[in-house]
């Protein structure tokens, strides 16, 4: 049995004419090289998407794959020549479609979210994950996808924040945390 994801099931009428005369970006990005090669699943399903592409109606040739991000890191503050293209392209206007597994593929900072919503939003372009098609001109749409950009921020922060608590329990806590520790232990809050 084949299960459909919700954007091949309908595309909501939000696909038109412009964007099939366009390109449909598929962005794929793992954030390390780690990652590419403990979850080769993930990489599979994010090239993929060329067929969803298809299945929306692109010509296989009309499908831009940029997959020059493979193993960096999307938090921001690293460089990705990918993301870079694929915001070259839209401004452009060569991209009707961008494609992404999820949207923290495509962009981890808000800045950068932002930025892409805004920039498809100006040039036509629409936004589209597992989940379904996003048009960011539309009011309800640009509201998920802020929800969408809010969460994948609040997903880093926990990342980041888990990984400073395993680096205390590994004895690799910062300096300010250590001497925290040692002033705690030397002036205890009871003296019984």
């Not at 010509?59 to 940029?66: G, P, T």
């Not at 020549?81 to 992404?100: A, C, P, T």
């Not at 920039?119 to 936004?127: E, H």
Request: glycine letters at 10%; aromatic letters at 4%.
């Amino acid at each position: 049995m084949t299960v459909l994801m919700l954007w091949e099931r309908v595309d909501g009428g939000k696909v038109t004419g412009r964007q099939r005369e366009r390109l449909v970006a598929v962005y794929i990005r793992q954030s390390s090289m780690q990652q590419v090669l403990d979850h080769q699943e993930s990489t599979r399903l994010q090239y993929a998407l060329v067929d969803r592409a298809v299945a929306l109606g692109w010509s296989a040739e009309r499908v831009l794959v940029i997959d020059e991000d493979l193993g960096k890191s999307g938090a921001g503050g690293v460089a990705r020549s990918g993301f870079q293209k694929l915001v070259s392209e839209i401004g452009l206007n060569h991209v009707g479609l961008v494609l992404g597994i999820e949207k923290s593929r495509l962009a981890r900072s808000g800045r950068n979210w932002y930025e892409l919503m805004e920039l498809c939003a100006v040039s036509g372009a629409l936004l589209g994950d597992t989940e379904g098609l996003y048009d960011p001109t539309d009011y309800s749409d640009r509201l998920l996808l802020g929800l969408k950009g809010a969460m994948a921020e609040a997903e880093l922060h926990l990342i980041k924040r888990l990984q400073g608590l395993s680096a205390v329990h590994a004895g690799k806590a910062p300096t300010a945390l250590k001497e925290t520790k040692a002033l705690v232990r030397a002036c205890p809050l009871s003296t019984r």
